[in-house]
């Protein structure tokens, strides 16, 4: 039940359980005391993985191999100051050892994210974003934003804020298969342990005390690592463990992390649907029960997230697929009110005061979305909620992606300040390596996370005011709204500063 | 104090001109400070005739009474280790620089081998020695040095420094050289400065890297390191340092040109109150730190 990958350049290795041969042979105590073969099988270590009595350890344990995962790995690979770093990958799912071919012909996966060009650009300085461009993704530029009330829209246009494009959607299983290839391409000490987490220890305070010569220098050594108990028995030791595990982060969960935030009202409905035409413009339109937003993904096909009671989530879930597309259409265009009317701008007194400032997406007239025809892959609804943990570091032990925060995706920025973590932490964990820090050190890992959480929680009140913004269907709160739209898409200055913020340039809002 | 030693020392250097007149401006002044340099509170207790040493024993006992908190990063020493990445950027910087190293490499001074003197509980030796370097850290407590040992174990790399407790004076009767000689905070409380520097110049080898961090003897320090760290914000405890063992940056260097290292690079260390951070600057004002090298003889 060991599968060696047995080729000199690949590096990723798996660590075969020792206690996996115990069903299968009969002579089972023979092959418990043998030292697992898998982890130095086809190199010597490169002096930075030790067995210290038979148990692995590792600078950096990353629990959890998902986009945001790797796309750490990844990142301390292609820096110098960390790429000697001996990094274990803890994750159960079997894709990353030997991930299926994403085959080109089959139709796009409802699960997508949105990547702004800030993600993009840390893909490119990782070498990872070559991978993404091999498969199916879609870059656009033109976002239209409007209610149900038909007060006002807001066209966005990427040549406002003097960029290419908006941002990128792509596959959550393309962006993590191009993360693994970047990563086997590198000559990167990593192992990917295919199991779970199931305990953690991390020591306490750093051990200062005259006493304890007792004890030998190797066990005082490890007593002051982080020690990790995985679920088919093997045990590692670590000096730093990240916890890149989700929004019911095992990590966070043992390391005794409290979290804030409350649960939305609402689930989110995702599938892949069908048009007559290719579609090059990102569609959002709040309605009374939340936004529904049509991305496009490729050919002709766009990605639907649809925000509405949970109740309505499971009706939607199993009502037949030609209902389904009814619904759809209906929610984009021709039901809950009326189109808003295209506004020429021009010939009253407030243009020609602001003339010079506006933006040429103001000219644009307002269009309906493209007409959905066909459902293409299976809906799947998920409860929405927001958490931010109250902590992102402890002594030896660090919170990045969802397992720190997690956002409504009204805005496509949850994944986004993930990756925003992923950049933030690698350039610490370096800066830390350059003056010979120990990486698990608490002030270091302070500094990460006083870098994010600013940055995080700005986006997080950001986009939980437009949540609660546009929960309320009250006369006087949708003319603001109304007007709110209005003004984003004749006030240059503010789509820019939108425009940018939602790219990811920026970390706070309204603070250049 | 300071107007009274400055005026003092100008007589001094009035008489000296006066006296001969082909004398050497150079050593004029460095004759004027000498009195200043040795004019230090403790310099008159009875010190142990065998070596001429730079130990002091009461700035000894100060530091043994809070040895135990050396690796408490919220304890007394917590500005030093939050003041360490800051230093050590500047260490790895000119000392990357001056050797020949890839910056960008994990261990730059990997061959080299480096003494922190006055280590204390291994605060600088320990980064020092993950840095590549092959490290002795020297101090005078014995206390510290146990503390040091026992910390190091935790960490195999840092478990290779070589720790003694003695004093640099003694390592250069044992003919003892190094590459580079650091001495981070430390010039401040020894007895007399002159002879302790010396004693570094002594252990560098020709063309070494020697760094000393001290405080500057300036109003803003006094306003700053001693009346506001240690009286109002109690970051350190009263009496840590006296201002009048301070050397200004000047003093330093010809200080240092006697024992035949010339200082090539000075940077400050600048607080940040509002985010809590140091960072160098060219601001030498207060904290200060001077790379020099010895000159190949």
């Known amino acids: 039940m060991s599968r060696l990958i047995a080729t000199r350049r690949l590096v990723s290795n798996i660590f075969v359980p020792r206690l996996a041969t115990r069903a299968f042979c009969t002579d089972a105590p023979a092959k418990l005391n043998d030292v697992p073969s898998g982890s130095h099988f086809n190199k010597e270590p490169e002096g930075d993985e030790r067995f210290m009595n038979d148990v692995p350890q590792h600078d950096i344990a990353i629990v959890g191999g998902g986009m945001v995962g790797m796309a750490l790995a990844c990142s301390l690979a292609s820096m110098p100051l960390t790429k000697h770093l001996s990094i274990a990958i803890i994750d159960s799912n079997p894709a990353l050892s030997n991930g299926p071919l994403i085959k080109k012909d089959d139709p796009p996966d409802p699960r997508v994210s949105t990547v702004t060009p800030a993600t993009i650009s840390l893909f490119k300085d990782i070498g990872a974003w070559e991978h993404v461009e091999q498969h199916r993704h879609a870059y656009f530029d033109k976002m239209q934003v409007w209610d149900y009330t038909g007060f006002g829209y807001t066209k966005y246009n990427a040549r406002d804020a003097d960029k290419d494009v908006l941002g990128c959607v792509v596959e959550n299983k393309v962006l993590h298969k191009s993360l693994l290839s970047c990563l086997q391409n590198k000559d990167f000490n990593s192992t990917i342990y295919p199991t779970r987490l199931s305990s953690l220890s991390l020591p306490t305070r750093s051990v200062s005390s005259a006493g304890g010569s007792v004890s030998s220098t190797s066990s005082k050594n490890l007593a002051n690592l982080a020690k990790l108990d995985l679920s088919d028995g093997t045990n590692l030791y670590a000096k730093l463990v990240v916890g890149a595990d989700g929004s019911k982060s095992r990590v966070r969960e043992l390391a005794g992390i409290k979290t804030t935030g409350w649960n939305y009202s609402q689930s989110a409905v995702i599938c892949t649907v069908e048009h007559p035409t290719e579609n090059f413009c990102a569609w959002q339109r709040f309605l009374p029960a939340g936004p529904i937003a049509l991305l496009p993904i490729g050919d002709n096909f766009s990605n639907i997230v649809w925000t509405m009671s949970p109740k309505d989530a499971s009706n939607h879930k199993i009502m037949n697929e030609v209902d389904f597309v009814k619904a759809v259409n209906h929610a984009l265009d021709s039901g809950y009110g009326p189109r808003p009317e295209s506004r020429v701008f021009g010939g009253d007194v407030l243009s020609s005061f602001f003339r010079p400032d506006v933006t040429s997406s103001v000219h644009e007239r307002f269009e309906p979305p493209p007409k959905v025809v066909r459902l293409v892959s299976d809906r799947m609804a998920f409860p929405l909620s927001l958490m931010h943990a109250n902590q992102y570091a402890s002594k030896r032990m660090v919170l990045i992606g969802d397992a720190a925060h997690t956002v409504h995706p009204l805005a496509g920025q949850g994944v986004n300040m993930g990756y925003g973590d992923v950049s933030s932490l690698s350039n610490v964990i370096a800066d830390g390596v350059a003056v010979g820090s120990d990486i698990g050190e608490v002030t270091l890992l302070k500094k990460y996370e006083a870098e994010r959480k600013t940055a995080n929680i700005a986006m997080m009140a950001v986009l939980d005011g437009f949540q609660k913004a546009y929960s309320v269907d009250f006369g006087p709160i949708n003319i603001l709204r109304a007007a709110a739209f209005n003004g984003a898409n004749v006030f240059a200055p503010l789509k820019r500063n939108i425009i940018s913020y939602a790219s990811g340039e920026r970390r706070l809002p309204f603070l250049s | ?297």
């Open chain 2, 1 to 297: 104090m300071s107007h009274r030693m400055f005026l003092r020392s100008l007589y001094r250097l009035q008489n000296l001109s006066r006296s001969s007149s082909n004398v050497n401006p150079k050593h004029a002044v460095l004759a004027a400070f000498q009195p200043l340099l040795q004019n230090r509170p403790y310099a008159n207790t009875p010190q142990p005739a065998a070596s001429a040493s730079s130990v002091n024993q009461t700035e000894l006992a100060k530091f043994a009474a809070i040895a135990d908190s050396w690796w408490d990063v919220e304890g007394p020493f917590k500005p030093l280790h939050i003041m360490n990445p800051t230093r050590l950027a500047f260490i790895r910087s000119t000392l990357c620089r001056h050797f020949g190293k890839d910056p960008f490499s994990a261990r730059p001074f990997e061959g080299l081998k480096f003494v922190d003197v006055g280590c204390g509980g291994g605060i600088l030796s320990e980064p020092l020695a993950r840095m590549g370097a092959s490290v002795t850290g020297i101090d005078a407590v014995e206390k510290n040095i146990k503390i040091a040992r026992l910390h190091a174990d935790l960490d195999p790399v840092a478990s290779s420094i070589e720790y003694r407790c003695t004093t640099a004076e003694n390592l250069v009767e044992d003919h003892m050289k190094f590459d580079a000689v650091i001495a981070s905070e430390v010039i401040e409380h020894v007895a007399d400065p002159a002879e302790f520097c010396k004693s570094l110049s002594a252990l560098t080898v020709s063309n070494g890297a020697t760094v000393i961090s001290t405080i500057n003897r300036s109003m803003r320090a006094y306003a700053t390191a001693i009346v506001a760290a240690e009286y109002i914000l109690h970051w350190l405890s009263k009496g840590t340092h006296q201002w009048s063992s301070f050397l200004t940056p000047e003093e330093l260097v010809l200080i240092l040109q006697r024992t035949s290292i010339s200082v090539e690079e000075m940077a400050g260390f600048a607080y940040d109150p509002l985010t809590g951070q140091w960072s160098l600057s060219d601001d030498i004002g207060v904290n200060f730190i001077a790379f020099g090298v010895k000159n190949s003889q």
